[in-house]
Nanobody, 124 residues
Framework: QVQLVESGGGSVEANGSLRLSCSAS????????MAWFRQAAGEEREGVAG???????IYADSVKGRFTISKDNAKNSLYLQMNSLKPEDSAIYYC??????????????????WGQGTQVTVSS
């Protein structure tokens, strides 16, 4: 059974940093495209950052230069380092995985497995 479990969310002041983690079980994430999405209250889900099996990455314009996605295949884990956080970054952050090998994408329709999310709150 595939399972993705996020951790590392919390409350931080503007310009602070957080590091999100996503632990995968039931499959090997190394051959998949992995990504982080977020959804703020009353907003649509938004792709934040993605990484494919070769380590190629993609970022939403709103987080470029501030967020870094990475993965540790040995630990079967995905990470999102978030720096210079802004109040508009507040949202529930979800880890997601495709069901097959794919170039990095932030189109949610390609993702088969999802975590339950972790809350990030940035205060001004």
């Amino acid at each position: 059974q595939v399972q993705l479990v996020e951790s590392g969310g919390g409350s931080v002041e503007a310009n602070g940093s957080l590091r999100l983690s996503c632990s995968a079980s039931g499959y090997n994430l190394s051959a998949r495209c992995m990504a982080w999405f977020r959804q703020a209250a009353g907003e649509e889900r938004e792709g934040v950052a993605g990484v494919d099996s070769d380590g190629n990455t993609i970022y939403a314009d709103s987080v470029k230069g501030r967020f870094t996605i990475s993965k540790d295949n040995a630990k079967n884990s995905l990470y999102l380092q978030m720096n210079s956080l802004k109040p508009e970054d507040s949202a529930i952050y979800y880890c997601a995985s495709t069901g097959h090998r794919l170039r990095p994408t932030l189109d949610p329709d390609y993702f088969r497995y999802w975590g339950q999310g972790t809350q990030v709150t940035v205060s001004s």
